[in-house]
């Protein structure tokens, strides 16, 4: 029983110390330029059914992360939901595919986030808000996707939290 409360605690752990990392003084204060790690990882552990996340804890998870950034706040928490909403529905196509169908999807889903980002904040502060630096964290987000996938992928299956047709 342990065992399985644990299995499904290492989604939500990875992620709690992704967003707190991600906003560690070391990092948040030079201008560094890093990938989205927590888009990545939603969309990672949405692919399979036994580390699925929960929609309550991604808003108050998006919600924290909105406050200690000082984003607009609801934002993550609305980027997380479409995204886990664009895999949970395509779950079925996207089972037992290569990998590059799932790169691809991801690059499609990734983008769409990104431009319902990019139109959120325009209505918001009423301009545009085209920023140079969203779209170079976009590039970064797709291309380290499958260093992401590869190591979370082995960490999943040496802690055998995938079932053996998800393999």
């Known amino acids: 029983m342990l065992v399985s409360i644990l299995k499904g605690a ?28 927590t888009l990545l990882c939603v969309f990672f552990f949405e692919l399979f059914k036994n580390s699925r996340i929960s929609k309550v804890f991604l808003i108050v998870l998006g919600l924290f992360n909105d406050y200690i950034s000082w984003n607009l706040i609801g ?27 799932i790169w691809l999807t991801f690059i499609c889903d990734i983008s769409i986030i990104y431009l319902i980002k990019f139109i959120a904040l325009s209505i918001y502060h009423r301009t545009l808000m085209f920023n140079i630096n969203e779209l170079w964290e976009l590039m970064l987000t797709i291309s380290s996707y499958p260093i992401l996938h590869l190591l979370l992928f082995r960490v999943l299956q040496h802690k055998v939290l995938l079932s053996n047709h998800e393999r």
């Open 10 to 37: 290492v989604p939500h752990i990875t992620l709690s110390a992704l967003v707190i990392l991600m906003h560690a003084p070391s990092i948040a204060s030079s201008h560094i330029l890093l990938p989205n790690a």
């Open 75 to 101: 934002l993550t928490s609305l980027q997380f939901v479409i995204l886990t909403s664009i895999v949970s529905k395509n779950y079925k196509a996207l089972n037992n595919q290569k990998f590059i169908i």
